[in-house]
């Protein structure tokens, strides 16, 4: 029987750790073509995540797979990372956390191959991400009336 993996504990651990002390627990995560992230917010090929138990909505993090909701823009996306694909996990207010080496991550569930996964996994595209934030940025503001 193959071992497991001691990385998705690390990450629960100090995800608590970070909890527990008040700090706010973020992962660093190389986007692949089995990581569903919002496409508009990924930099050099990666992207940092809030993992805080206010900034997501029903955070599952597993052995394999971390998954979780969260909002960008004001839209609420579906998430999916590997596990595999976390390259840090560490609290924003003191840098405090540790680094993972990156390895190849698993086929997205339900599908047989990367190219499969693709176009179910893939959140809506940039432009429309874009042009929702067009129409908040247009949203009616309040103004005092005499």
């Known amino acids: 029987m193959q071992e497991t993996s001691t ?6 651990a100090l995800h608590e750790w970070c ?4 700090y706010t627990p973020y992962i660093v995560v190389t986007v692949d073509d089995n990581t569903v992230v919002p496409p508009g917010y990924v930099q050099d090929g990666q992207i940092t995540l809030n993992l ?7 955070l599952i993090i597993g052995n394999d797979y971390i998954e979780f909701q969260a909002r960008f823009g004001g ?3 579906d998430l999916f990372v590997p596990v595999a694909a976390v390259s840090a996990i560490y609290a924003r207010e003191t840098g405090a956390g540790m680094g993972f080496e990156v390895s190849e ?3 997205y569930p339900g599908t047989s191959s990367t190219a499969d996964s693709a176009p179910a996994a893939t959140p809506a595209p940039a432009a429309e991400s874009s042009e929702s934030r067009a129409a908040a940025d247009k949203a009616p503001h309040l103004k005092i009336v005499k």
């Not at 909890?19 to 008040?22: A, E, I, L, P």
């Not at 805080?52 to 029903?58: E, F, P, S, V």
């Open 75 to 77: 839209v609420a996306e």
């Open 105 to 107: 991550s698993p086929v």
């Open 52 to 58: 805080d138990l206010l900034a997501t909505n029903q």
């Open 19 to 22: 909890t527990d002390n008040g």
């Open 7 to 12: 990385k998705p504990y690390l990450i629960r």
